[in-house]
């Protein structure tokens, strides 16, 4: 097997995981960030670094795709929050950085707030689950995989978490 | 914070239908590749020339472990005795080459002659250490005839035939070393030896052509 052949499987491997996990990590980072904007720059950013892991011959290191690009994606919100602390709104304004883009993204950034404010209320180990579980509508076995636990410890903390979920509703 | 299942309900759908679309796709994806195209491009540095940077480096990394082993085993050998290991280096290369890079005969002589005083002082650790073992005795006296056979033919003589130095030494020599090992040489005998006078002859004669001239 020649080396042009190997790049086309992996960039066919690539492309298959980016239509797999583009949207989802879009809307994690959304959720996270609430910035329509930012959240495709981060999903940019995290399929480059999968891009490039996998085009450089590492791509035994993806072994676990969902994890590894799940990883990648919450460093880079984790990276992204502590950038953010160092710029304050008025120079990101004066940047041409709108907060609030639309109406449309407005509705739709009050929903996530909604969302994220009764989630990220819940104990920080239940947090993930309930949000792959009920927002992303995730099996628990993917959810297990791509937070490295046991498909057991995934079903029990979606079973207390959802119990924890509970006493928020009204 | 209290909020109805009906409203987290509505969020998650609206949460959920939220996706990229088909040409933000396409965008992102042409623009991963051009990244990462760029980033593969780096500094223009022709073939050849990283093939000789890895190839200076592999050359300088065995250079400078050549240069290690032989200085290593260069001072090893220097502070060697006989019946060492490295003994024989010493004298069949180490002191050879000294020899040859000195510059006209006369350096050389007294070069030898600083051989031989190393082959005494030699001896004299030995018997410090351990004594002097036979195979010691054996090596020592190869090496030192040697010099002391190219000595006698270029020894300068008293009037009395004797070169004091070199025969003193030789004496300092025999001394360390069982009779079976002497150094025996013309150089240490007096006047009456015939080789000594010879030699002296020789010189006397040389010195005289010269004169004439």
């Known amino acids: 097997m020649n080396d042009l052949h190997i790049q086309k499987e992996i960039k066919e491997k690539f492309e298959a995981l980016f239509q797999q996990h583009s949207d989802v990590i879009y809307r994690l980072c959304l959720y996270r960030t609430s910035n329509e904007d930012t959240a495709y720059d981060l999903v940019q950013e995290t399929f480059v670094r999968l891009w490039k892991t996998m085009s450089s011959g590492k791509d ?3 072994e676990k795709p969902k994890q590894y690009i799940y990883q990648i994606a919450r460093n880079l919100i984790i990276d992204y929050y502590k950038r953010k602390k160092t710029v304050s709104l008025d120079q990101l304004q004066d940047k041409g950085f709108d907060p609030v883009a639309s109406e449309s993204s407005a509705e739709l950034l009050t929903e996530v707030s909604l969302l994220k404010d009764v989630i990220e209320s819940l104990e920080e180990e239940f947090r993930d689950v309930i949000y792959m579980r009920y927002i992303e509508e995730m099996k628990v076995k993917h959810i297990a995989e791509i937070l490295g636990i046991s498909e057991n410890l995934a079903s029990v903390r979606i079973s207390r978490g959802k119990k924890m979920l509970r006493e928020k509703f009204e | ?8 309900n509505t969020a998650q759908k609206t949460l959920s239908k939220k996706g990229l679309s088909y040409s933000q796709k396409n965008t992102m994806l042409s623009s991963i590749y051009a990244q990462n195209s760029e980033i593969e491009k780096g500094p223009v540095v022709s073939p050849l020339s990283s093939y000789f940077m890895f190839f200076q480096t592999k ?9 290690l082993v032989v200085s290593g085993t260069s001072y090893a050998s220097a502070q060697s005795l006989p019946g060492d290991l490295l ?6 290369a180490l002191e050879p080459i000294v020899l040859v890079l000195q510059k006209d005969s006369k350096s050389k002589d007294e070069y030898r002659i600083i051989l031989l005083q190393k082959r005494i002082d030699e001896l004299e650790k030995l018997v410090k250490r351990n004594g002097i073992k036979k195979e010691s005795e054996i090596e020592s006296s190869k090496a030192t005839q040697k010099n002391v056979k190219v000595l006698e033919k270029s020894a300068v003589f008293t009037e009395e035939g004797q070169n004091i130095k070199i025969s003193n030494q ?8 069982s009779s079976d090992f002497e150094i025996k040489t013309s150089i240490h005998k007096n006047s009456d030896d015939t080789v000594g006078r010879e030699i002296k002859q020789t010189n006397e004669s040389g010195m005289k052509e010269k004169k004439a001239h």
């Open chain 2, 59 to 67: 050359s300088f990394a065995v250079l400078t472990m050549i240069l």
């Open chain 2, 87 to 92: 003994y024989s280096v010493k004298i069949n």
């Open chain 2, 1 to 8: 914070m209290k909020i109805s299942k009906e409203q987290f």
């Open chain 2, 170 to 177: 030789i004496e300092k020599y025999n001394s360390l070393v």
């Open chain 1, 60 to 62: 035994k290191e993806v």
